[in-house]
């Protein structure tokens, strides 16, 4: 953790009141603009997705289109965790932490899932470490992560479904993937905010993701 040295300004009650009104109307303004660009994500044409695929989870081998679970929308969090390799991404971590009850997702007639290239014997110890209960599927043996674009890293994928055909919407990667991570949304309420070098000067040096640990390893 980083030592934080600069302080807010201290000033009265209504010298507070007009400047928190001044940045209200600019997180107004930047609310309509996330609003605008969401309007122009769904807009976005789609891709037909027919190649066929096994993914493996502890309810046995689905197909991509089994795993809407009936449902007309699903997305797929591509979780960085290789065959054969012991690390375990404190990044994705933190995202999966993240994942709020899947209830409301599924009021909206969308699905949540996880996938990894790992084979389910090797991912299933650490999500049990992790309490993790989001269905989650080893795509061992397949090509949907790098057919998905996410290589050997991350990212999320979001599929449509008309009957029994399934359609590519959308993919993020990078730093689309914080806006999942309501961690850093918390922080970015604080003064000290994320305390990572890139921010205000004197409230902390940390690189970006660079203090990011398992939830068991702080």
């Known amino acids: 953790m980083t030592t934080t040295t600069t302080l807010p300004e201290v000033v009265s009650v209504e010298e507070w009141t007009k400047a928190r009104e001044a940045l209200l109307a600019k997180e107004k303004a ?20 027919d190649k ?34 012991p690390h375990r991404c404190p990044g994705c971590s933190l995202l999966v932490d ?15 899932v996880v996938t990894a290239p790992a084979p389910l014997e090797e991912s299933e110890p650490y999500r049990e470490r992790m309490g993790w209960t989001v269905p989650w599927y080893s795509t061992f043996g397949s090509d949907f992560t790098p057919d998905s674009g996410a290589g050997t890293g991350f990212g999320f994928s979001v599929f449509l479904r008309d009957g029994d055909d399934v359609f590519r919407t ?5 730093r689309g993937g914080d806006l999942m991570v309501s961690t850093l949304r918390y922080l970015d309420l604080t003064p000290f905010g994320r305390q990572e070098a890139w921010e205000e000067s004197g409230r902390g040096n940390d690189e970006p993701s660079s203090w990011w640990r398992l939830h068991d390893e702080y």
């Open 98 to 112: 993240n994942i709020a009850n899947l209830e409301h997702l599924h009021a909206r007639d969308t699905t949540l």
């Open 30 to 49: 930047a609310l309509k603009a996330v609003d605008a660009v969401a309007a122009e994500r769904r807009r976005l044409p789609m891709v037909r997705w």
């Open 170 to 174: 959308y993919f993020t990667t990078g």
């Open 52 to 85: 066929s695929y096994v993914f493996h989870g502890r309810d046995g081998e689905k197909s991509l289109l089994d795993l809407f679970d009936g449902r007309r929308q699903l997305i797929t969090y591509h979780f960085m965790m290789h065959p054969g390799d």
